[in-house]
């Protein structure tokens, strides 16, 4: 309690926005200070919580019998309130960040939701409110609902602020959310609103807009799901292991169709970038990233979805999801493409998609890299044990295309006769004796 005589609500009202609120930080305060860049200690914290009548949704007490009496105030204006959403534990909050996580990837799940021990909502002290009839509940068309309206304009007099205003993204670390209040007591919450700081952040003086996001480091990249690595720049390769979600990557400087080279525990191999955040190419090989980049088709073509495909507001993870595809579903291609993603048409939404989804369907020019990632047209490899010559023929008198080096995989491209390979290998056709793949 040392600090709470500081901050007691009776003083609040001489604070002036000059100098800045101090901020508390203990949990149990109604005037706790939470964010993304500023957890909650303990980040297991549980308050105590009372069920708000009515609704199987709980509050901490003091902003439940709050809650009770701005509804009320509310109907008598012929307003609404729904409850959506109150107290969420840590482990509920890790439930809902994996699954947004896993929906959009964890860029965007860190735009519209809170890692667990960041949330207000484990605080017990904000509510998601709602118009009674579900209309535009949790978007931003909520603001002009009857409801979204009138909180926006008589919350603070029952001690509820509206956290995450419209346009302070970079600040709050939240997407506008015309529905999330917060609970700080009547006193403070009125000199707030008198204040006339943008956000609660301005109100504390740690407005900084420097990024809540976690920090990107030169030449890494971080895996968003449990990540395949691959022998080549494709599903159709091999798997070389599995990098569990979450960890850390090294990146080659390597890119082909929106597959990255990465090195993870001493192993190199491909992974797909669209399972990578925090993207941050070495700064020597960005260049050969250009000129590697694959050149972009200028005809627009249909191509079929190979799996339920996020299409995105821009080329990247991201970008905020517009709506999923489902799988098989045929897409056309605008020409367009940036880093191995795609500008496609689909129900007459355009937007972006990840190469690595799609397959051809319309042009039957079938471009190398778009073959080994349709998980369809499995392209069936084998790697050069040896230097190993290939030739015009299924024999050694037959004369030499080129020497395949060591190490390197090949395309079978049809059947084995008397031990030897039909292969393909940098776009060259020939045979190769079987001894020396494998
Ligand atoms: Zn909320």
Not at 80 to 94: C, D, E
Not at 229 to 251: D, F, Q, Y
Not at 323 to 331: A, D, E, H, R, S
């Amino acid at each position: 309690m040392a600090t709470a005589s500081s901050i007691a609500p009776a003083s609040a009202n001489s604070i002036s926005v000059a100098a800045a609120r101090k901020l508390d930080r203990n949990p149990s305060h109604l005037d706790v200070f939470v964010n993304k860049s500023y957890p909650l200690k303990p980040a297991r914290y549980t308050p105590k919580t009372s069920t708000v009548s009515g609704t199987g949704i709980r509050l901490r007490p003091e902003a439940a019998g709050a809650y009770n009496k701005m509804v009320k105030a509310a109907k008598k204006s012929g307003v609404r309130v729904k409850l959506i959403s109150g107290y969420r534990s840590y482990n509920r909050q890790a439930q809902l960040f994996n699954q947004y996580s896993r929906m959009y990837g964890k860029k965007y799940a860190e735009r519209i939701s809170a890692k667990p021990g960041t949330s207000e909502h484990q605080t017990g002290l904000a509510a998601d409110v709602g118009n009674y009839n579900g209309a535009c509940a949790l978007q931003s068309c909520f603001e002009g609902t009857p409801v979204g309206k009138w909180m926006k304009k008589n919350a603070h007099k029952y001690g509820f602020i509206l956290r995450y205003p419209k346009g302070q993204e970079s600040v709050t670390g939240y997407a506008y959310e015309p529905w999330h209040f917060r609970y700080v007591g009547t006193s403070l919450a009125k000199s707030y609103k008198n204040s006339g700081a943008k956000t609660f952040e301005h109100f504390h003086g740690v407005a900084s807009t420097k990024k809540n996001s976690p920090k990107t480091v030169k030449g890494t990249a971080k895996t968003t799901a449990n990540l395949n690595m691959r022998s080549g720049a494709g599903a159709g390769n091999r798997v070389i292991l599995t990098i569990p979600r979450g960890k850390s990557v090294k990146l080659t400087g390597s890119k082909k169709s929106g597959w990255y080279q990465v090195t993870y525990k001493s192993k190199t191999g491909w992974v797909s970038g669209t399972y990578l955040s925090n993207v941050s190419m070495p700064k020597s090989e960005t260049k050969k990233k250009e000129t590697k980049k694959p050149s972009p088709k200028p005809n627009s073509s249909s191509k079929k979805t190979t799996a339920n495909l996020n299409m995105r507001a821009g080329a990247g993870t991201s970008n905020r999801v517009i709506l999923t595809i489902p799988k098989g579903k045929t897409v056309k291609a605008t020409g367009k493409t940036k880093s191995g993603w795609l500008q496609v048409t689909y129900k007459s939404k355009t937007g972006w998609v990840s190469g690595t989804y799609l397959s051809n369907t319309s042009t039957p020019k079938k471009s190398k890299p778009k073959t080994e990632s349709s998980p369809k047209k499995k392209v069936k490899t084998k790697t050069t044990t040896a230097n190993l010559n290939m030739r015009t023929g299924n024999s050694t008198k037959k004369q030499v295309v080129l020497t395949i080096p060591k190490g390197k995989k090949v395309e079978i491209i049809g059947s084995k006769k008397s031990g030897w390979y039909p292969v393909k290998f940098k776009s060259k056709k020939g045979w190769v004796s079987g001894t020396y793949l494998k």
